[in-house]
């Protein structure tokens, strides 16, 4: 990662600009926070550096995690400003190399989840594969298929990047590759939009069942996005989680669903290949949907009500973590601007994919600092709860 480790730096007036980068305010360790932080905007991006006193008494420069910019360079660019403008007094750094080269075409291919949540691609057909492990069968289908779109997800990010470099070896254009947890991607997808989905071998969790790709809310997500005749298709060296899963799938209703047992597919994916020279049985469940389903409608601008009261927020700070049902809130860390504005540091939403974010407050007003929360359940639920929580209620 990016860093610059510095002796001494002077903190300069802000805000400034320098080349495209503006630096906008300093913000000081409040509650439960060590490091100094720089607000700052790129081309409408707002982002924060970290200043981060080490055990030797010097400082190290870096990007913050949760609002990073990329690509690295604009990183690079970001900390070398900042260091030109605070006069650094540089020990070491690994940023000497700045290149401008483009993105690999291969990266954009790797889509971010906002990607899809904000403009989900409507264009065309969409087929997922769901854990593609070496993406032996999604590489395979997607060269075979070139008018469909095709949506990888994994969270092995080797294999991502495995995947990643084979795209650009053979050319494709229409798989799109994602890390992100398939339980909770679906809930992205528009309606009656895909034609198959297909998760072949998932692992089985038999000793944490609640980690299954496969529960009764993915089915109903998942005939959700389904178009009308098209299917869910599950592959499993697992008895165990056939059975598990045949319970689930017989509580749909209007679907038909097509049980096989030991058929060879058009390409065995890696996994199949080891079962078979097993002699494992391999049984496979197609759940065919047969009804279309409502369009997928949430809209939520993220928005806070007005009127925060900065002292009642830093004597009321909780840092407490506070679980809900379906969703968490964790107050994490307060930074202080000025007399007028604190930062808040904090986690939220879904156990499994949970949003780290920072909020700006700025007399009554309150806004995320950089971009809002991704658009899921959990997040509009934790939303509300961190709008109530932070109102005093
Ligand atoms: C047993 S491997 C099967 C890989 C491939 N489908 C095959 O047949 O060779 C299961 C894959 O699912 C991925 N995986 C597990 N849980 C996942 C989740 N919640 N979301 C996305 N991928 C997941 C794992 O990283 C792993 O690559």
């Given at each position: 990662m990016p860093h610059i480790v510095v002796k001494d730096y002077k903190r300069f007036t802000v805000p400034v600009k320098k080349e495209k980068f503006d630096f906008l305010w300093f913000a000081e360790p409040l509650i439960n926070a060590k490091e100094k932080l720089v607000g700052a905007i790129y081309e409408k991006t707002p982002f924060l550096i970290t200043l981060k006193d080490n055990k030797r008494g010097e400082t190290v420069i870096k990007s913050d995690k949760v609002t990073r910019l990329s690509p690295t360079t604009v990183v690079k660019k970001a900390l070398k400003n900042f260091c030109e403008l605070a006069e650094c007094d540089v020990i070491?750094?690994?940023?000497?190399q700045i290149s401008d080269r483009?993105?690999?075409?291969?990266?954009?291919?790797?889509?971010?989840?906002e990607f899809f949540a904000d403009?989900?691609?409507?264009?065309r057909e969409v087929w997922i594969e769901i854990g593609?492990?070496?993406g032996r069968y999604l590489l395979y289908q997607a060269k075979n298929n070139p008018d469909t779109l095709f949506i990888g997800i994994e969270i092995h990010r080797p294999s991502i990047e495995q995947v990643l470099k084979q795209i650009e070896i053979q050319k494709l254009e229409n798989l799109y590759i994602i890390d992100y947890d398939a339980r909770l991607f679906l809930e992205f997808v528009p309606s009656n939009i895909v034609g198959k989905i297909f998760v072949h071998f998932?692992?089985?969790?038999?000793?944490?069942?609640?980690?299954?790709?496969?529960?009764k809310k993915f089915i109903q997500e998942a005939k959700r996005v389904l178009k009308v005749g098209g299917v869910l298709e599950l592959r499993t060296d697992s008895k165990n989680y056939f059975d598990y899963s045949l319970e689930l799938f017989l509580e749909q209703n209007r679907v038909k669903l097509e049980v096989t047992k030991n058929i060879k597919p058009p390409i065995t994916s890696k996994y199949e290949d080891r079962w078979r020279r097993l002699q494992k049985d391999i049984y496979d469940i197609r759940m065919v949907n047969l009804e279309k389903s409502a369009p997928l409608k949430i809209s939520f601008g993220f928005d806070f009500e007005k009127e925060f009261d900065i002292e009642k927020i830093i004597k009321n700070f909780d840092s407490k973590p506070k679980v809900f049902e379906d969703y968490f809130v964790h107050f994490e860390r307060v930074y202080k601007i000025d007399e007028n504005r604190i930062l808040l540091r904090l986690s939220f939403g879904n156990f499994d994919r949970p949003e780290h974010k920072y909020i700006l407050i700025e007399g009554k007003n309150a806004s995320y600092f950089s971009k809002k929360p991704v658009l899921s359940k959990a997040n509009i639920e934790a939303h509300k709860k961190i709008e109530e929580l932070l109102h005093g209620k």
């Open positions: 070491r750094t690994n940023i000497s483009h993105l690999k075409k291969s990266e954009e291919f790797l889509k971010t989840i403009n989900f691609p409507k264009n593609f492990g070496s998932p692992v089985p969790w038999d000793k944490k069942p609640h980690r299954r790709v496969i529960s």
